[in-house]
C-alpha cells in the first residue's frame, strides 16, 4: 500500500514570497491532516479536511495560510507572503475516516526554511 | 487549552540501557493517547492506550496509561542505536459531533549510543 505522499521535499524561499505544498493521503482515506513542526516542537494541526470539507482550521493563520482538498482527494497548502517564522517542517498525515483513534498515517514532510 | 508536556526533553544513553519517558496531559474530553516514534521526518505510530486499553507492548518497547495521573510511560528495555529518535505523545480529545483533534506534546530525543 503507498503511504502518503508530499513534494516538494524541501523548499527554500526569501520572506514575502509565496509558496505551496502538496500531499496526496494515502487511497481511500477520507480524513487529511496538515501539521506544522518547528524545530524543537511537536506538530502542531493546522488543518483538518473530512472528505473536501474543513473540519478544523482553528489554528490556521487565515491572514497568510490556506488550503484546499477540492476533489476530496489529494490536497495544497499555501503560505503567501511566507514570514521567517514559518520555516517549519509541513507534515500531512491521513486517516480512513475521522474516528480511527488517531491511527494517522504522515508523509515524509515538506522541510520548508524562509531567508 | 490541551496541553500535553513531556520529559525529558532530550536523554542520552548507552545500548543495553532501559530508558522511561513520560508524558502529562491536561484535556477536556479525552479519549486515546498515543506514541509515536519521529526518526527523519514522519512520525510513526507505536502505541494507542485508551480507557479499555491502558496498557500495551511491542517487543522491548511498552506503555501504560494513568488516567488517574493524567499521564503514560513509555518504556524501553535493551536500547539499540535504532532506537534513536524523537518519541512523541499525543492525545486525542473529542471535540463534538465526531469531531476529534490530536495534540502533540514537543517530544523527547533519545540518543542510544554504542
Known amino acids: 500500500e503507498a503511504g502518503v505522499a508530499q513534494s516538494p521535499r524541501y523548499k527554500i524561499i526569501e520572506k514575502r514570497q509565496s509558496v505551496a505544498f502538496w500531499c496526496n493521503p494515502i487511497s481511500g482515506h477520507a480524513t487529511l491532516y496538515w501539521y506544522q513542526q518547528i524545530l524543537g516542537q511537536g506538530p502542531k494541526l493546522l488543518i483538518q479536511f473530512q472528505n473536501n470539507g474543513v473540519v478544523d482550521d482553528s489554528q490556521l493563520p487565515k491572514d497568510r495560510f490556506s488550503a484546499e482538498r477540492l476533489k476530496g482527494v489529494d490536497s495544497t497548502l499555501k503560505i503567501q507572503p511566507a514570514k521567517l517564522e514559518d520555516s517549519a517542517v509541513y507534515l500531512c498525515?491521513?486517516?480512513?475516516?475521522?474516528?480511527?483513534?488517531?491511527?494517522?498515517?504522515f508523509g515524509p514532510g515538506t522541510r520548508l526554511t524562509v531567508l | 487549552e490541551d496541553k500535553v508536556v513531556q520529559s525529558p526533553l532530550s536523554l542520552v544513553v548507552h545500548e543495553g540501557d532501559t530508558v522511561t519517558l513520560n508524558c502529562s496531559y491536561e484535556?477536556?474530553?479525552?479519549?486515546?493517547l498515543l506514541w509515536y516514534k519521529q526518526e527523519k521526518k514522519a512520525p510513526t505510530f507505536l502505541f494507542m492506550l485508551t480507557s479499555s486499553g491502558i496498557e500495551k507492548k511491542s517487543g522491548r518497547l511498552s506503555s501504560i496509561l494513568d488516567k488517574k495521573e493524567l499521564s503514560s510511560i513509555l518504556n524501553i528495555t535493551a536500547t539499540q542505536t535504532g532506537d534513536s529518535a524523537i518519541y512523541l505523545c499525543?492525545?486525542?480529545?473529542?471535540?463534538?459531533?465526531?469531531?476529534?483533534?490530536?495534540?502533540f506534546g514537543k517530544g523527547t530525543l533519545l540518543t542510544v549510543n554504542p
Open positions: 484535556v477536556t474530553n479525552f479519549r486515546s
Open positions: 499525543a492525545v486525542e480529545a473529542f471535540r463534538g459531533g465526531s469531531n476529534y483533534k490530536l495534540t
Open positions: 498525515a491521513s486517516s480512513l475516516r475521522q474516528a480511527t483513534l488517531g491511527e494517522q498515517f
